[in-house]
């Protein structure tokens, strides 16, 4: 079972690009890359998946390196809205869910 | 709106006592997972069902029960409440068995509070 480390918390500027990065030293070669967020008092929200290499959609890019061994979120041009915790998820599905204890994104004005 | 919905949004009760969380998943979804989440705490994952069948369980304690039905909605119940049980309750839905690979989509949440 993949063990992730996140930072406990970051704080940005509005407007910046903020990259949160996940551990996975122990990552099997089945297993997928999930990041969620999560707003105070609400349910968690996908935001991207990832296997290998890049991955980008409208809110968010993802990178990961060939060993596979740790994964970047990358935010574009954070605003306040963006303030939230931010979980990273690694596994092939198979397996209890283990979302670690998360970022603490603080974005300022 | 994830399309998840929980009841009831929020629980008062006392120690000792019983009460049962219902949750129905978005439709198509077949599995369901409870997870519980204390005050600035990380998600913790308790038990995921597929199609009616249990499929993995987390770190649910033993006064702690769920089952999904045939209609697919899950309930969680929880027994000999303690102090320590307050807490938000979600639960979440996916296609398919595999909350790692499979996009979960989560509920609202409901907050028991055990006075």
């Known amino acids: 079972l993949a063990k992730t480390t996140q930072p406990i918390s970051m704080d940005s500027y509005e407007g910046q690009e903020v990259n949160i990065t996940c551990s996975h030293n122990?990552?099997?070669?089945?297993?997928?890359i999930t990041w969620y967020q999560q707003f105070p008092s609400q349910g968690p929200r996908f935001i991207i998946q990832?296997?290998?290499t890049k991955v980008t959609n409208e809110v968010a890019s993802l990178f990961i390196p060939a060993d596979r061994k740790s994964s970047t979120l990358s935010l574009p041009r954070v605003s306040l809205s963006d303030t939230a915790v931010y979980y990273c998820?690694?596994?092939?599905?198979?397996?209890?869910?283990?979302f670690g204890t998360g970022t603490r994104l603080l974005v300022s004005p | 709106d994830s399309g998840v919905t929980q009841t009831p949004k929020h629980l008062i009760t006392a120690t000792g006592q019983r009460v049962t969380l219902r949750c129905s998943p978005r439709?198509?979804?077949?599995?369901v997972y409870w997870y519980q989440q204390s005050l600035d705490q990380g998600l913790q994952f308790l038990i995921q069902?597929?199609?009616?069948?249990?499929?993995a369980k987390g770190n649910i304690l033993e006064r702690f029960s769920a089952q999904q039905f045939p209609d697919l909605h899950s309930e969680l119940n929880l027994s000999s409440l303690e102090l320590g049980d307050s807490a938000l309750y979600f639960c979440?839905?996916?296609?398919?068995?595999?909350?790692?690979?499979?996009?979960?989509?989560f509920g609202p949440g409901t907050r028991l509070t055990v006075t």
């Open positions: 979440a839905s996916s296609v398919a068995s595999g909350g790692a690979f499979y996009e979960q989509y």
């Open positions: 122990n990552i099997a070669t089945n297993d997928y």
């Open positions: 990832g296997y290998k």
């Open positions: 998820l690694v596994g092939d599905g198979f397996q209890k869910l283990v």
């Open positions: 439709s198509g979804d077949l599995s």
């Open positions: 069902y597929y199609n009616g069948e249990e499929r």
